[in-house]
């Protein structure tokens, strides 16, 4: 099996204390619009892995300013990037399109339609979609459909007029949608990590319904391979699976603080027999509320067979890892050639990625 892992920052530590310190400067103000995102979070990088995960190696690596969520349709990659709010399409190290709207902040994830993307983007509160050259064709403001009020701030000072790209807008001012997928009915699913909820949306306007709540900080709402789909309780150590009704089937417990993201995939003839999950470092989601245990501790992808760790990809603690998807070997093939110069060396230095058992 190959992959394609997306790092969004490597210099973590250094990220998340500055992040805290401007979380303080917003329990002080009305409204934390205004504030652009600091100097240390602007200046940080992140990056795409290739990695040839049966064969333990990482064949290739290609630096990119904060990539979170991306798709990989036909050989087109497509990648949402943190530090600008766009959407950039690359050709091998290039980027040859760019897709931005005012109200993007933070997007998270890219979902296919059939009429272009379905966009979840966290910082504004809002699900969209969107066509390839980049107009919306839909919105879905979370706090104009039963989440506004005085929780979330955001809302309190939304401006149609005004653009929110490079703004600092943590998760405590909206609901922070951050994963969207489009049902085959038309309507769209989305997890809440401020509200630890899974919703369901019906188009164009209908009320969130919510199918699961309780949730703590849930992330990355996925298709699985048999059919259903799959959810992580972020911070509730696990790993949820569901039927196409939408109906919990397992949960499956996974040994990490945080979690990122998880996949499950057919291995050696078995149907969904190995699952792929990003563990992180855990994020102290209140400037008041941290604890040394956060500081602790590597980021990874980890490897589980029938619910058993068997082994992990490393990638040390300044590593912020977003996701992770499996990608032809072909795909993985292609892209490490395109990833490396003309004299064949290479775009990143991957020395810092090491496997290790579970």
Not at 173 to 195: C, E, K, M, Q
Request: proline share 6%; hydrophobic share 40%.
């Amino acid at each position: 099996m190959h992959c394609l892992v997306s790092i969004v920052i490597r210099e973590w530590s250094a990220v998340h204390a500055e992040v805290q310190a401007q979380k303080r400067l917003l329990l002080d103000i009305a409204a934390g619009a205004d504030l652009p995102r600091p100097p240390i979070f602007a200046a940080a990088t992140g990056c795409l892995l290739v990695v040839d995960w049966d064969g333990g190696q990482v064949l290739a690596g290609l630096p990119l300013p904060k990539p979170t969520g991306f798709l990989l349709d036909g050989g087109r990659l497509q990648v949402a990037l943190w530090e600008s709010d766009e959407i950039v399409t690359l050709e091998g190290t290039q980027i040859s399109q760019r897709i931005g709207h005012p109200y993007f902040n933070h997007v998270h994830t890219l979902d296919r339609t059939p009429r272009g993307l379905l966009v979840s983007s966290s910082g504004s509160d809002l699900l969209a979609e969107i066509d390839e050259s980049g107009a919306l064709l839909w919105e879905y403001f979370l706090f104009e459909h039963g989440y506004g009020g005085s929780r979330f701030r955001f809302a309190q000072g939304f401006d149609r007029a005004r653009s929110y790209n490079r703004r600092y807008l943590p998760a405590a001012l909206t609901t922070h949608p951050n994963s969207a997928l489009a049902l085959p009915d038309g309507g769209v699913l989305a997890t809440l990590f401020s509200t630890g909820e899974l919703v369901r949306i019906a188009r164009p306007n209908g009320a969130p319904q919510v199918l699961l709540s309780g949730l703590r900080r849930p992330h990355a709402i996925r298709r699985r391979p048999a059919g259903g789909y799959m959810l992580c309780d972020t911070e509730g150590g696990g790993v949820v699976l569901l039927d196409e009704d939408l109906q919990i089937r397992e949960r499956c417990a996974v040994p990490a603080a945080w979690i990122q993201d998880a996949l499950l995939t057919d291995c050696d003839g078995e149907a969904e027999g190995r699952m792929l999950v990003v563990g992180n470092r855990r994020i102290a989601p209140s400037p008041l509320a941290a604890a040394a245990s956060d500081a602790q501790g590597d980021n990874y992808v980890l490897e589980l067979r029938r619910g058993t760790p068997t082994r992990r990809l490393s990638l040390g603690p300044e590593s912020r890892i977003y996701m992770v998807e499996p990608i032809a070997k072909s795909a993985a093939e292609s892209l490490a050639h395109a990833w490396r110069g003309a004299d064949g060396s290479p775009a990143l230095d991957t020395g810092f990625a090491r496997w290790e058992p579970a």
